[in-house]
Every structure is written in C-alpha cells, then in structure tokens.
C-alpha cells in the first residue's frame, strides 16, 4: 500500500484527519473551495526541485533556462524568476508569459523550428539572450529582421547530433530523422553563408535531444558530439563562446530510476567543462513535473462485463499526456485507505467521447466509490499547458498552495466566457441573439 504514495513527495505531502494534505492544505478543503478538477502545484516542491537543480550545476557556472512550455502559469514563473531562472522559450507568447513572470529578456532563449517574422522581432525588440535557429532559412530569416530593426542578433545554431535518446518516439527530436536542428554534417555551409549575414552574430552552438531521457547515455553521446563540433567550429575560425545543452532530464511517474542533478553535473563537468564556453541547460519536466498533480472527482463507479470502470471529471483535454504518449501517472485516492483495505482494478476513464480518454487501464487501486476525490500523480508539467476545451468543457483551473494557505492562480474559464470569444457575423442572422 505504501506504493500508493510513492510519486507525492514526502517534502510537500502529509495525511491530516485522514486525508491527503499539500503543504499542511487538506485537498478535499481546496476541492470544496474551487470544484473539480484542477491542477494542484506545491510552491515548496517547485523551489526544492529548482535548487537541487541549481546546486548541483552552479560550481560548473552551467546557467539554467526553464522550458516554459512545461507549464507556463504566471504564479510557477514568477517563483522560479525569483530563484534566478531563465527562460527556454518556443513561441512569441511565451516570451510575454517570460517577462509577465518576472524573468528578464536578458535570461531569454528562444527555441523552436517555425519562428516567424513577426516573433523574431519581437524577441530582437525585447533584446532576449539568444535566439536558438533551426535551420539556414531561419539564419537568414533573422539576418533580414534584425537588419531591418538595425540591431545584431546573437544566435546559437541548434544542431542535430543524431542520437536516439532512448524515450518515447514522440519526444525524441536529436535523431537526423526529427525536424529539429541541422545536421551535424551540414554545418561547413556556415563559413561562407556567416560572412553574408551581416546582421547576426553565432555566438554557440545548441542541442536538445529530447525530453523524458532516463539514463546519462545519450547525454554523454550528444555532448560528446557537441564538444567535438565545437572544437572544429573554432579550427574553422567561429568563436563558439556558448553552448546550450537543452533539456530532458527525465523523472520518475512510476519506478523508474531517474539521472540525479550531480549525475548530470559530472556528465557536464566531462565532456564540455573545459572547453571556456558559457553552458547553460533548458530543463522543464524535471522542475514542475512532480511540483504538480491533477484532483480529480469520481462520478461514476461502472461495472462492465469484463472489468470495472471508475469514470472521473477530468478528461484528456485536461490532461492530455496518457492519450498522446500513452503516458503513465499514477492515482491515489485523497481519503487514506485503511491498513485492510480491499484493492480492486479499474480503468480510469474521463467524460470525453474518445476511447483515448482512459488515465489508467487495469489499475489496482482501493475500493473506489462515486464522490470520491483521487490525485493524478506527477501531473506537474505538460499538464495544464496542453489543456483545452473539447467537448465544451471549461478551462482547467490551477491553484498553488505555499506554507498552508492555497490561491487559485489560474481561474476556471467557463463555457459562457469561452462563447464571448466567438461571434456569429451579422449575414447569418439573428437566431442566436
Ligand atoms: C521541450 C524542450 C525543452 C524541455 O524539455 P524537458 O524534457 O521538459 O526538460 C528544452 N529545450 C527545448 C528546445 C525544448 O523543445
């Protein structure tokens, strides 16, 4: 039974009267107070993840830039801006989430394959750290921009070093047969194609080989790489004075063993330590991930023929990641099992009219009944950044809790104010309203 609790951290998660309590704050209270579901972050836990992180890169002088795509609530950035953060941006909104949050335009950089014109200018404007390119279009693309701004953008090539990260297909992006970066052997173009681009300077070099990556490995095989290539860049003539490393470092959702921060510190340290380039990684799951989960209310307890379903309010348009990537996460009950409790299988499933909506198939969990709140695990990041509104539902709240008390950080968007967003043009009529 002890396994149940194994993915809430003993850092933040406490029993009180009974139930499950984040930071001293009863669940079952914030589900009173808020409605279900909702996303559910520890202010504690974010901190802690951050200066493990932290503590273990500094002596390295290795900068951190927090991949905002893994959850970009203002109150979640503004804690990590006040630790010190960057920010790994992939879009022109999340550099406004960046700033919003409290991180500097100087902490910036700018990732991702399709950037447009009007999202380049706006980080050359905000005057970010780095803008990451993915491609010799891009490179010109930025040379035009920044020249018609008269400023010079300082760009780090992201390069694909073809390495298998060994994680789920559709999180690998370092292999030569992913859309990201160019390929290592196509980066001598550079010496000629640089002289021509008089509005950008390459100041590095960028790699990112994929996210949820379990083992030291493939960071070894990529950064190895990216020495050598730095190595040859200079030979070559480029000042290589930064190199970013990206992001991935996986984490437990069940048992697995995740790389420790000092595992990824010695990795760093080995392979491109010496090399007098200003490093920085872009990390987001491993900071947010087990920060944050999904409170969820049974609706229904449904015997079918062959198994039991336990059906639930929240829905993949909530939490998407079980139906992309058939992810796992694990569920526990907010009220405490007693020590004899009678365990039964389910399938967790949400409303939605997708067999894709499932959580959790033959899950052994406490006897489960009609009212009853559970937690999804681990639900921390690429949670309520990949929420929608299918099947017109309401946007997902979150709530943060901080040394006992809890504030609804993102408010729930009913389906109301979701139709004040949409209009109906006047040659259809009236028959609306
Ligand atoms: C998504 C992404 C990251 C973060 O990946 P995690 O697995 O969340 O650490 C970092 N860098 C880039 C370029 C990304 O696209």
Same mark, same amino acid.
């Given at each position: 039974m002890t396994d149940l609790f194994r993915? *809430?951290?003993?850092s933040c998660w406490s029993a009180r009267e009974g139930e499950l309590a984040l930071e001293g704050v009863k669940v079952s209270e914030i589900a009173n107070a808020v409605g279900t579901p909702f996303y559910l972050y520890s202010a504690a836990r974010l901190r802690e993840n951050w200066r493990t992180l932290a503590d273990a890169l500094s002596p390295l002088g290795v900068a951190i830039h927090y991949a905002m795509k893994a959850c970009a609530n203002k109150a979640v950035v503004s804690i990590l801006a006040a630790e010190g953060a960057g920010a790994d941006i992939v879009s022109g909104g999340e550099l406004t989430r960046a700033l919003g949050g409290?991180?500097?335009?100087? #902490?910036v950089v700018f990732s991702g394959v399709g950037k447009t014109d009007a999202e380049i200018a706006q980080a050359l404007r905000a005057g970010i750290h780095q803008i990451n390119a993915e491609s010799y279009e891009e490179l010109w693309r930025i040379d035009r921009i920044a020249g018609e701004l008269g400023v010079v953008a300082k760009v780090a090539l992201r390069v694909?070093?073809?390495?298998?990260?060994?994680?789920h297909a559709k999180i690998?992006?370092? #292999? #030569?047969?992913?859309?990201?970066?160019?390929?290592?052997?196509?980066?001598?173009? *550079?010496d000629n194609e640089l002289k021509a681009?008089?509005? *950008?300077?390459?100041v590095g070099l960028a790699v990112h080989i994929g996210?949820?990556?379990?083992?030291t490995k493939p960071f070894e095989e990529a950064y190895g790489r990216m020495r050598r290539l730095v190595l040859a860049m200079r030979e070559r003539g480029?000042?290589?004075?930064r190199l970013d490393l990206g992001g991935g470092f996986g984490i437990p959702y069940r048992n697995e063993q995740a790389p420790s921060a000092a595992e990824i510190a010695e990795v760093i340290r080995a392979t491109?330590?010496?090399?007098g380039c200003a490093l920085a990684v872009e990390p987001g799951r491993s900071i947010v991930a087990d920060a944050g989960v999904l409170v969820t209310r049974v609706e229904f307890v449904k015997e079918g023929t062959e198994r039991a379903f336990a059906v639930v309010d929240a829905g993949m348009n909530d939490l998407m990641r079980p139906a992309m990537y058939d992810s796992h996460h694990d569920i526990v009950p907010v009220r405490l099992p007693d020590a004899d409790a009678d365990f039964t299988t389910y399938d967790v499933v949400g409303?939605?009219?997708?067999?894709?909506?499932?959580?959790? #198939?033959r899950r052994s969990l406490p006897r489960l009944a009609a009212g009853d709140l559970v937690v999804m695990a681990t639900?921390?990041?690429y949670g309520a950044t990949m929420a929608g509104t299918y099947n017109a539902r309401a946007l997902v709240p979150e709530v943060l809790v901080e040394a006992g008390r809890f504030a609804v950080v993102r408010r729930r968007v009913s389906v109301e104010e979701q139709l004040g967003w949409e209009a109906s043009p006047d040659w259809l009529g009236s028959a609306a309203g």
């Open positions: 993915r *809430l951290p003993a409290g991180i500097p335009a100087s #902490k694909n070093p073809d390495v298998d990260a060994d994680t690998t992006t370092g #292999k #030569k047969d992913n859309k990201f970066g160019v390929d290592a052997h196509r980066l001598g173009r *550079l681009m008089a509005n *950008l300077r390459l996210s949820q990556i379990l083992t480029h000042a290589i004075e491109v330590g010496d090399l409303p939605i009219c997708e067999s894709s909506d499932t959580f959790a #198939k639900a921390g990041a």
